[in-house]
């Protein structure tokens, strides 16, 4: 919350300084940016849907809860950045490229994007400061958890914050060389380039969240070593003699479902089997505290009508 709250009060006043100084200096590139920004404060307002809502309790049309509006509200951000930020910029900067025109107030420009470089550098700051917490609690170095995270607010964050930055350099550059009239044709050309530059720069960044989210949203499975943990934890309870079969599946970031099923000793009355269901969901939530729903099916060995994993089910 504070990294996104963060980021949209940064990323507001960017916006507005950034499109009065598109205007004064018909720039592409700050343009460009202009709609970067937009695109980057719209975002936040998104992620803070998704913040709000997921938190509602589970409801009979909603069994499982609304967790997953995190990554819905992550999506549409996503798309949202190739829309109006990627598909904007590159249409600016095809124009200027075409009908190459150099930019004027150039000095407005290069004021608006320091401000910018330094309430971006806050910001994403304030990113990774959020992750390196996240990261140490869940005790995984920040590499580490940036890769494994299902979060896909605080990633949002921070990868949108990193285009901003390199747009921003990029966009910097473009001016330079149009007001040094580096290359031919007195140098017009590298303002509406450093626009189609920053667009392909939003459409990875885009892609790259969109694909994060779209594997969230069709149900992807807790990481390997949440799984192994699990499966450990059941195994590890003496009655139980196999791990037949273990699905998961993540319903929020931190909030994860699982299906077990499992096999159990013989000798066993019911009674000793409804006792072991409960030790065993205990052990599972003290093993991976994100575990929020447990379905678990025991049997007895020699009762079990399934023996072995179906592969295509292992999560």
Known sequence: MLAVLGALFANGIIT??????????????????????????????????GLRFYKRPASEKHPFGYGKERFFWSFIAAIFIFGVGATYALYEGFQKLTHPHPPQNLSVAYWVLGISLVLELGSIGLAIYQEVNEAHHEGMTFMQYLRESKDPTAK???????AALLGIIIAWIGLYLTERHAGPGGGAYWDGLA???????????????????????????????????????????????????????????????????INLRNNMNTDEIEQTNQEIEALIKQAEPKVD??????????????????PEHIG
């Open 16 to 49: 507005i300084l950034k499109f009065i100084a598109a205007v004064m200096t018909g720039s592409s590139g700050m343009m460009a940016e202009s709609l970067h920004s937009l695109a980057d404060t719209t975002n936040q307002v998104f992620l803070l849907l």
């Open 156 to 162: 949002t964050v921070l990868f949108e914050d990193t």
């Open 195 to 261: 626009s189609m530059v920053i667009g392909v720069i939003l459409a990875i960044v885009a892609f790259s969240l969109a694909r994060s989210s779209r594997g969230l949203l069709l149900g992807e499975a807790a990481t390997k070593k949440s799984v192994e943990k699990i499966r450990q934890a059941i195994s590890g309870h003496p009655n139980v003699v196999e791990v037949v079969e273990l699905l998961t599946m993540h319903l929020a970031p931190k909030q994860i479902l699982i299906c077990a099923h």
């Open 293 to 310: 729903m447990i379905f678990l099916e025991s049997a007895r060995e020699s009762e079990s009508d399934l023996k072995h994993a179906i």
